[in-house]
C-alpha cells in the first residue's frame, strides 16, 4: 500500500520559514517524479511544485519561485519543501504526492496533508 | 481567478445525472491531457479520471470523462450520496509551465 506521511507543518510569523517532510513507503520512491499541492481551507487546489526522480527538472509555481525550495532524498524515501519568506497568504494545507509525468498531471497518490498558517 | 473555468456546483438527484465542464485554453485543454479529482469532505483529493477519460483501477464506471477542443466534462450518472464532494479538473499548461487546476464544483445530491 502506498502511504505518503507528510509533517512540518505549524504556525509561523510573517517572514518566518518552515521545511516539510513527506515519508514515502510503498512505492518505489526513487523512480518517480513528486510534487507539493497547497490548498487554502475552504478553497481549491494550487500546484506548488515539481521534482523529477533525480533532482533534475524542477519546477515551481509563480507564487513562491524564489521563496521555496523542493529537493528529494531518494535513499530515505523523502521528500522535502522549504520555505521561506512566509507570507499570510501562503497559508494552507500541504499536500506531498505523486506525479510520475513531467509537463503533466496525473497526481495518482496523495498524502494526508499538513497544515501551514503564517500568522503573527 | 483559476486559469481552467468550472462552475461553482451542481446538483440533481440520487439516480441522475450530473455534468461538470472545465473550460481552458490552447496552452492547457487543448494540447494537453485533463485529469479529474473528487475530494470529499475532510479528505485529501483522489484521481478520478486521467488522459481526459480514463480511470483509474477501482473507479466505477459512473464517472466518466471527455474532452473536445480546450474543454473538458466529467459525467456522473447513477448519482449518490456518496458522490457529494468537491470535483476539480487538472492539466498542464505549456504557456505558464505549471499545472493548473480549476477552481472546484461542489456536487450536491438533492
Known amino acids: 500500500e502506498v502511504q505518503l506521511v507528510e509533517s512540518g507543518g505549524g504556525l509561523v510569523q510573517p517572514g518566518g520559514s518552515l521545511r516539510l517532510s513527506c515519508a514515502a513507503s510503498g512505492l518505489s520512491f526513487s523512480s518517480f517524479s513528486m510534487v507539493w499541492v497547497r490548498q487554502v481551507p475552504g478553497k481549491g487546489l494550487e500546484w506548488v511544485s515539481y521534482?523529477?526522480?533525480?533532482?533534475?527538472?524542477?519546477f515551481y509555481a509563480d507564487s513562491v519561485k524564489g521563496r521555496f525550495t523542493i529537493s528529494r532524498d531518494n535513499a530515505k524515501n523523502s521528500l522535502y519543501l522549504q520555505m521561506n519568506s512566509l507570507r499570510v497568504e501562503d497559508t494552507a494545507v500541504y499536500y506531498c504526492?505523486?506525479?510520475?509525468?513531467?509537463?503533466?498531471?496525473?497526481?495518482?497518490?496523495w498524502g494526508q496533508g499538513t497544515l501551514v498558517t503564517v500568522s503573527s | 481567478q483559476s486559469v481552467l473555468t468550472q462552475p461553482p456546483s451542481v446538483s440533481a438527484a440520487p439516480g441522475q445525472k450530473v455534468t461538470i465542464a472545465c473550460s481552458g485554453s490552447r496552452s492547457n485543454v487543448g494540447n494537453h491531457y485533463v485529469s479529474w479529482y473528487q475530494q470529499l469532505p475532510g479528505t485529501a483529493p483522489k484521481l478520478l479520471i486521467y488522459?481526459?477519460?480514463k480511470r483509474p483501477s477501482g473507479i466505477p464506471d459512473r464517472f466518466s470523462g471527455s474532452k473536445s477542443g480546450t474543454s473538458a466534462t466529467l459525467d456522473i450518472t447513477g448519482l449518490q450520496t456518496g458522490d457529494e464532494a468537491d470535483y476539480y479538473c487538472?492539466?498542464?499548461?505549456?504557456?505558464?509551465?505549471?499545472?493548473?487546476f480549476g477552481g472546484g464544483t461542489k456536487v450536491t445530491v438533492l
Open positions: 487538472g492539466t498542464w499548461d505549456s504557456s505558464l509551465v505549471v499545472v493548473v
Open positions: 488522459d481526459n477519460d
Open positions: 521534482i523529477d526522480s533525480g533532482s533534475t527538472t524542477i
Open positions: 504526492a505523486r506525479d510520475p509525468r513531467t509537463s503533466d498531471c496525473f497526481i495518482d497518490y
